[in-house]
């Protein structure tokens, strides 16, 4: 066991919301200690480049391998919720979509974080990140016209807090080739010289006094285990799924769960690993006569699944409607996706079976014609914006190395299913608009002729996450909510949490623009009361 020298605060997760954590605070002058788990973005290329996501999502060293427990759905398949790993976190993997979700969307979160209250960070991070919308290519013209004709309206941006009926061309966090992620726009080529970033450091374990009061962290780094101690506030920001784990691995939990794995309680929590939330996606696959040509998920509708074409736009939003090329994306999907659903269990943990199938996939888009084979295949992702479902967390283990029990509980909730299938009649309306009328269904989700319960066994075998898990920690005035309205975690001195595990209810949109946002905020109430 080492020591470190002791910091004034200690951020745990170089993500979204970490990276402008960590860098604010630094620009303080306090001493500030970053803790990522994986490695430094440049080891890493593709996470700087606006087109380097599809390499990213293939790339171990750049997505957490991680797998749910079985779904209690009739397929008994466990769904990948693997997450972005390195500086930047899942900001520096995904399509670099930035939203800020619809005005409803925060009005059930506790006082002082409704939308107006929430618009100057949001300001501040667009005035950083400098985010801006792609043009439509004519394919994707195509598809606004034909969402247009199913009763959508146009609308581009989509940064107003209305997300009611619309469809356009999306904000975006690039520049040019680069992408300008959190970590880019804080972090990159300029950070604060009283900051420490210390990479490949898995954190274990949160070091806590009598007092409940956080006195440091343990972590191992290169096969040591090493301890950092602080003076002043620990942030975690390991995301939905790592920050509950961490807090219940340090006592900080549901005391049943707790005791059942032998860890010392702390503060019984009940709270944390609950409520976990996320946007399942149904996709709808379609063959276009002409080739797709675009290569960026770029536009995006939102709509209640449920409302007609023609009536007032005038409930909330809960479904969101993405269309994507199948081309330039399928094989690093499949590199991604091919070894995690050949290989189940520990199988996955041998490189050189993985090495084997991805091989194999790539002697597969070696073969003349297969890439002009898939040219015209597009699809449309329903995505369950508004879940009624909820899901949890658990330990199975003491052990750190030990994976949690991550039950996604998809489409559990009667509601749930009765949007996904308003959902996905909207999303063939659209497709069968005039101005998609040589595109043809190619899987059972997009043809309107598919039976109910063959609907629904290619529902669970298609879904899977669109990586926006949320509230597993969330805040709230009520006993079972972990966090206060300031991220402090009730009943511990010294720690908040200040990334997606926050949000008491999930925004209909993407949700690395809120994520930030929560970052942005942290920082300013740690600053309001204190100094180092």
Not at 157 to 179: I, K, P, Q, S, Y
Request: hydrophobic content about 40%; glycine content about 10%; aromatic content about 6%.
């Amino acid at each position: 066991m080492t020591s470190t020298a002791q910091y004034d605060h200690i951020v745990v997760g170089g993500g979204s919301a970490g990276c402008i954590v960590a860098a604010r605070l630094a620009e303080s002058g306090a001493r500030v200690l970053l803790l990522e788990a994986g490695d430094e973005a440049g080891d890493h290329p593709e996470t700087l480049s606006s087109d380097g996501f599809k390499d990213a999502f293939a790339n171990d060293a750049t997505m957490f391998h991680r797998m749910a427990s079985p779904q209690i759905d009739g397929s008994g398949k466990a769904k990948f919720v693997g997450t972005g790993r390195g500086m930047g976190g899942s900001g520096s993997v995904n399509g670099m979509v930035y939203t800020r979700g619809d005005v409803r969307d925060f009005e059930n979160w506790p006082a002082g974080w409704q939308w107006d209250d929430n618009l100057p960070a949001f300001q501040a991070i667009e005035d950083k990140l400098g985010i801006r919308s792609r043009e439509p290519t004519p394919f994707v013209q195509r598809f606004i016209d034909a969402a247009c004709a199913a009763g959508l309206e146009r609308k581009d941006g989509m940064n107003d807090g209305d997300l009611r009926g619309v469809v356009g061309a999306n904000t975006m966090n690039f520049e040019g080739e680069w992408r300008r992620s959190s970590y880019v726009a804080w972090l990159h080529g300029n950070r604060p010289a009283s900051l420490t970033v210390s990479c490949q450091s898995q954190a274990t374990r949160i070091l806590f006094d009598e007092q409940r009061r956080a006195t440091g962290v343990e972590y191992r780094q290169n096969g040591q285990t090493k301890q950092a101690t602080l003076s002043g506030e620990l942030v975690l920001t390991a995301g939905a799924l790592e920050t509950p784990r961490l807090l219940m691995l340090s006592g900080v939990g549901p005391a049943a769960n707790l005791d059942e794995v032998g860890i010392s309680v702390v503060q019984d929590a009940p709270g944390v690993g609950q409520h976990l939330l996320d946007h399942p996606n149904v996709g709808l696959v379609y063959k276009s006569k002409d080739p797709v040509d675009f290569t960026y998920p770029q536009v995006y509708a939102f709509d209640n699944a449920e409302r007609p074409a023609d009536a007032p736009k005038d409930q909330k939003a809960d479904t969101c409607f993405v269309l994507f090329a199948v081309s330039p994306t399928i094989k690093h999907t499949m590199l991604r996706m091919g070894p995690v659903t050949a290989l189940p269990g520990k199988l996955y943990h041998i490189a050189p079976l993985r090495a084997l199938i991805r091989g194999l996939i790539h002697l597969i888009f070696a073969i003349p014609g297969v890439k002009r084979s898939l040219g015209g295949i597009f699809g449309l992702l329903v995505i369950l914006g508004k879940p009624h479902s909820r899901g949890s967390i658990r330990l199975r283990s003491a052990n750190p190395d030990e994976p949690a029990d991550i039950d996604l509980a998809y489409f559990r909730e009667s509601r749930d299913k009765e949007i996904v299938e308003a959902g996905i009649r909207k999303a063939r309306s659209i497709a069968a608009q005039p101005q998609l009328a040589d595109c043809r269904p190619l899987n059972p989700t997009a043809k309107p002729d598919t039976p109910p319960d063959k609907l629904w066994a290619a529902i669970h075998g298609v879904s899977m996450t669109t990586f926006h898990f949320a509230g597993t920690c969330r805040m709230g005035d009520d006993p079972d909510s972990p966090l206060d309205s300031e991220l402090r975690v009730k009943g511990l001195a010294n720690v908040r949490v200040a990334d997606a595990s926050a949000m008491p209810e999930v925004p209909v949109s993407a949700l690395n623009a809120p994520s930030m946002m929560i970052g942005y905020r942290a920082a300013d109430f740690i600053l309001g009361e204190s100094t180092p």
